[in-house]
Structure formats: structure tokens, C-alpha cells
């Protein structure tokens, strides 16, 4: 069984930083993509960015050059890094990571914008 455990979220002012945490245990073979999305109240939820195992990253353009996604394969961990926050970044975010042909999503955490 492969459990995700997020850490990180929380309120924050407008133009403040967050970095969220997921670290991924249990019978995990190998980990190619991991991931962070996330979802606002009465929304779709959406892809925030990306990393292969290889490095590449891949962002939303809402966060082009505000958020930054990395991993550490040895901790099976990745990291989203947050700055200039703005109130529309208000949402639960997921964190998804992909092995073989399984994904898998961590709880959720919350990350509020506001003044």
C-alpha cells in the first residue's frame, strides 16, 4: 500500500511564500511523474506543475515564474515552492505522483491567500 503525506499548507498574506512538502512510503516500485494540483471552491481540479524523474518540469502558466516544483528520489519526496502569492492561488492543494501504470494523491492541504 503507497500512502502520500502533504505538510505545508496554510494562510498566508498576499506576496507571502509557502512550500508544500508530499512525501510518498509503502510499496512503491519505482516513481516517474510527481506532481501538484489543486482545487478552488466551486472549480475543476487543475495541474499546478509536474516533474519527471528525469528533472523536467512542466507549470501552469498562472504560476510560470512564481511557483517552483523539485523532488529528492531518495526521500520519495516532493516540494512546491510558493512565492508571491496571490488571493486566485487560494485552494486544497494535491499532490499525485505516477508509478508504472498507478497514481496515486495525497490528502490535500490547504493554502490560503489572504490579507
Known amino acids: 500500500q503507497v500512502q502520500l503525506v502533504e505538510s505545508g499548507g496554510g494562510l498566508v498574506q498576499p506576496g507571502g511564500s509557502l512550500r508544500l512538502s508530499c512525501a510518498a512510503s509503502?510499496?512503491?516500485?519505482?516513481?516517474?511523474?510527481m506532481g501538484w494540483y489543486r482545487q478552488a471552491p466551486g472549480k475543476q481540479r487543475e495541474l499546478v506543475a509536474v516533474i519527471t524523474s528525469g528533472g523536467s518540469t512542466t507549470y501552469a502558466d498562472s504560476v510560470k515564474g512564481r511557483f517552483t516544483i523539485s523532488r529528492d528520489n531518495a526521500k520519495n519526496t516532493v516540494y512546491l515552492q510558493m512565492n508571491s502569492l496571490k488571493p486566485e492561488d487560494t485552494a486544497v492543494y494535491y499532490c499525485?505522483?505516477?508509478?508504472?501504470?498507478?497514481?496515486?494523491w495525497g490528502q490535500g492541504t490547504q493554502v490560503t491567500v489572504s490579507s
Open positions: 499525485k505522483i505516477n508509478s508504472g501504470a498507478l497514481n496515486y
Open positions: 509503502g510499496s512503491i516500485f519505482r516513481i516517474n511523474v
